[in-house]
């Protein structure tokens, strides 16, 4: 499956624009960290398309959307069903 990634940033509004931006960012994030934990593979991509107007506009977008990328989430081959790591084996508490 893939996701196109989209803010509408709406000037003016009380929100200023780049935390718009960052909050489609952060919801982008959040999709491929509940993909990996259903243990699914994901990726988040960009690219040239994304800044091209033709295709942005292919999509339905406004001149003013940004396109942030695309989540291509799917099996995540041999590793799909197997136990996750100990985080002890490579986590260490800072002091």
Not at 1 to 17: D, L, N, S, W
Not at 30 to 54: M, P, S
Not at 62 to 74: A, M, S, V, W, Y
Request: with cysteine; aromatic share 8%; hydrophobic share 50%.
């Amino acid at each position: 499956m893939t996701i196109a990634v989209v803010a509408r940033v709406i000037e003016g509004h009380k929100i200023p624009a780049i935390e718009q931006v960052l909050a489609a960012g952060a919801a982008a994030m959040n999709i491929l960290n509940a993909a990996h934990a259903l243990r699914f593979g994901a990726k988040w991509v960009t690219g040239a398309n994304c800044y091209d107007a033709d295709f942005r506009a292919g999509f339905g977008l406004e001149p003013g959307d940004r396109l942030l990328g695309f989540i291509h989430i799917g099996t995540g081959g041999a590793a799909v069903g197997t136990a996750r790591p100990d985080p002890g084996d490579f986590v260490t508490e800072w002091q």
